[in-house]
């Protein structure tokens, strides 16, 4: 019984100290201070998700949304609710940042409806589909840099890991079928990190679309597609034009 108490007693002084790792990467990553709304104290790490387009979406794209805010552990679509999900994230903080950045996004049409659930977990089996242990999962490597992209999606979408070919009319056509493009722009930047990965340079993007609506169903259909042997990533920029 003692064993026990002092088993439980680790366990969570170890999810305290992962937490407050977590809160000074974040604080860190935004200038010293939590987004507005986060509390930083979070311990649920479900979302449930509703009134999804279930013509549009599935585990994939909703994945490609979510993971913008952490790592996903697994994704369940609601046979008996179809137009809800639920959403099991890495942890506490990061589901905190979700549920406010896209509670009301419109995307394919329909505004989301975002929510902790009172779910502490998913429960893995035939009609979850696994992340856990994805290459796609942007936080297991250089977390405070991808808390710097957290924000509510926007107009503006960011692209990298292209090939060092590609032009402007290149990314017009990847992802002109979501939405009117009001303004791109393809760039180099020095990439010290990426030659550090066998990368001297990185090619990116920048795409502006009338709605942050376009802007959410282009990242969410495009994140992680094959271009020429690379995986486009994608992320909302805060950038106000271009």
């Known amino acids: 019984m003692e064993q026990n108490a002092q088993a439980f007693n680790q366990i969570s002084k170890n999810i305290a100290s992962h937490m407050m790792a977590n809160a000074a990467a974040i604080a860190a990553a935004f200038?010293?201070?939590l987004p507005p709304g986060i509390t930083g104290t979070n311990d649920r790490c479900t979302i449930l998700v509703a009134n999804l387009n279930l013509d549009r979406i599935d585990e994939d794209k909703l994945f490609n949304v979510?993971?913008?805010?952490?790592?996903?552990?697994?994704?369940?679509?609601?046979?008996?609710?179809?137009?809800?999900?639920?959403?099991?994230?890495?942890?506490?903080f990061q589901a905190e940042l979700a549920v406010p950045f896209l509670k009301g996004v419109m995307l394919f049409g329909k505004r989301l409806e975002v929510n902790f659930s009172k779910h502490p977990n998913i429960t893995q089996g035939a009609e979850t589909h696994e992340y856990v242990n994805s290459n796609l999962n942007?936080?297991?490597r250089n977390a405070a840099k991808n808390y710097r992209y957290c924000c509510s999606p926007?107009?503006?979408?960011?692209?990298?890991t292209l090939p060092q070919d590609i032009t402007e009319e290149d990314i017009v056509s990847l992802v002109e079928e979501h939405g009117t493009i009001v303004n791109n722009k393809?760039?180099?930047?020095?990439?010290?990190?990426?030659?550090?990965?066998?990368?001297?340079?990185?090619?990116?993007?920048?795409?502006?679309?009338?709605?942050?609506?376009?802007?959410?169903?282009a990242l969410v259909c495009k994140h992680a597609r094959p271009l020429s042997g690379s995986a486009i990533r994608i992320s909302f920029s805060q950038l106000q034009n271009i």
Do not use: C, W
């Open 31 to 33: 200038g010293g201070g």
């Open 66 to 92: 979510f993971a913008i805010y952490g790592n996903i552990v697994r994704i369940k679509l609601l046979r008996n609710k179809p137009d809800h999900a639920l959403i099991q994230m890495g942890d506490g």
């Open 138 to 140: 942007r936080f297991n």
């Open 154 to 160: 926007t107009k503006m979408i960011h692209l990298s």
């Open 186 to 217: 393809v760039f180099e930047v020095n990439g010290k990190k990426q030659a550090l990965v066998q990368f001297e340079t990185e090619g990116q993007a920048i795409v502006q679309f009338e709605t942050e609506g376009q802007a959410a169903e």
